[in-house]
């Protein structure tokens, strides 16, 4: 008897256990039918999210890298799903499938028919449209050369001959910090600031004791007789705040903004022996305000590989608020001048550059790059030494503005993103 009632309550257990299984899998075989990709990812379809530990399973089958991610398209193609927009808008492809390892905390991507969505936390990520990264912050140092600078004898020998020329004075390296702070509103738009500041640009000539004619030089200059050297400084920095615009699936992010540039050098032709003492002093100063346009153009960029390279541009026509300030010391330590003069003028300026950033780890990245730029339509010293009189007695000077500088070097730094 006890032996039948064992039995009883064993199959009575087995029954229980069993009827809810088969219903269960019944209701497991009607839910999930094995469908090639197209049935899967239908319009109508609801997104699907796979998540396989370490690895993302691809729509084939088959096993991607470690934080691979995909989705499809409404015109089934599969892309990266950095270009996966997370809101609707009017020129991107509405997100219908997305496959993710759960730890980049994708959420999900839902049908063509409702707004893809992104984990968020804070107000900031309330407000504004979802963004990964939403923050990227760039530390630089900025490394640069003074080019192209341009031919303008000042003194001749008897033979008439030049025997010092401006362009002798080549500028050492110049080094100074570089910051940039990108915030992204979403996926596709972002907001970019910039500012970096190099000097002193400092280069010298040295000229031996002898007899020598002024050429391009103030009409009453008296030309030094003793051992003399050729010194030149300059300083450039910059500030700048762009609007960014990128279509999504496209490697160009388009930019204008507004941009502050400053160019200030100095040349100074002093006795070697007594440096602190000038025989002549021309300085200037160019202040640029404008707009600007550019583009920024991803050159490489391998999904899930740590190497991205791209290339940048931007330029505009500024207003340029100029002056400059000449002055003379002559034998017993007597002033002349100074004779100064100040202009409002339109000029330009441009930079262009390439950038790669090899990523160390999920956040913080190492870069390095090459930039150039260019400034036209500015006032620089050796334009302005011929269009003063340096008389006892200081009267007003003309200026000259159609001068350029030509900037370019080397950047290394870092980038954190968040």
């Not at 997100?95 to 759960?102: E, S, V």
Request: charged share 15%.
């Amino acid at each position: 008897m006890n032996t039948w009632r064992g039995f009883s309550g064993c199959a009575g257990v087995a029954l229980f256990a069993f009827v809810p299984a088969v219903v269960l899998a019944s209701s497991f075989d009607d839910g999930l039918q094995f469908s090639d990709r197209s049935e899967l990812f239908s319009p109508a379809a609801e997104s699907v999210l796979v998540d396989t530990g370490n690895d993302s399973v691809s729509l084939d089958g088959t096993v991607g890298l470690p934080h691979q991610r995909e989705y499809v398209a409404a015109d089934e193609q599969s892309v990266p799903c950095a270009s996966c927009p997370v809101y609707e808008s009017d020129d991107c492809p509405q997100c219908i499938g997305c496959i993710d390892d759960g730890s980049l905390s994708v959420a999900s991507c839902t049908d063509a028919d409702s707004a893809p969505r992104r984990s968020r936390a804070g107000w900031i990520n309330r407000i504004l449209g979802p963004a990964d990264p939403r923050w990227v912050v760039q530390v630089d140092a900025l490394m640069l050369w003074q080019g192209n600078i341009a031919s303008r004898p000042i003194l001749l020998d008897g033979a008439g001959l030049t025997a010092l020329d401006v362009n002798q004075a080549q500028t050492m390296m110049s080094a100074g910090p570089r910051y940039g702070v990108f915030f992204n509103i979403d996926q596709c738009r972002a907001v970019e600031g910039n500012y970096f500041n190099v000097g002193s640009f400092a280069g010298s000539e040295p000229l031996p004791a002898g007899t020598y004619t002024p050429v391009n030089m103030p009409a009453l200059f008296a030309p030094p007789t003793a051992a003399s050297i050729l010194q030149t400084t300059g300083q450039i920095q910059s500030a700048e705040l762009n609007w960014r615009r990128r279509a999504c699936g496209s490697p160009i992010t388009w930019l204008s903004g507004f941009r502050w540039v400053e160019w200030n050098q100095r040349l100074r032709l002093v006795d070697a022996a007594a440096p602190t003492t000038a025989s002549i002093d021309s300085q200037v100063g160019n202040d640029l305000y404008g707009g600007q346009v550019g583009m920024d153009v991803s050159l490489w960029e391998k999904q899930g590989g740590p190497i991205t390279v791209n290339g940048i541009g931007k330029a505009g026509a500024f207003y340029n608020n100029a002056f400059q300030r000449t002055s003379e010391t002559v034998q017993g330590g007597i002033l002349r001048g100074p004779e100064s003069a100040q202009v409002n003028a339109t000029s330009f300026f441009g930079e262009v550059g390439v950038n790669g950033s090899v990523r160390l780890t999920r956040w913080l990245a190492w870069r390095a790059g090459y930039s150039l730029f260019w400034l036209s339509g500015v006032a620089v010293p050796a334009n302005q030494l011929s269009l003063v009189s340096l008389s006892a007695t200081p009267a007003p000077a003309a200026i000259n503005t159609e001068g350029s500088v030509l900037l370019h070097g080397v950047t290394t730094g870092l980038e954190a993103r968040w």
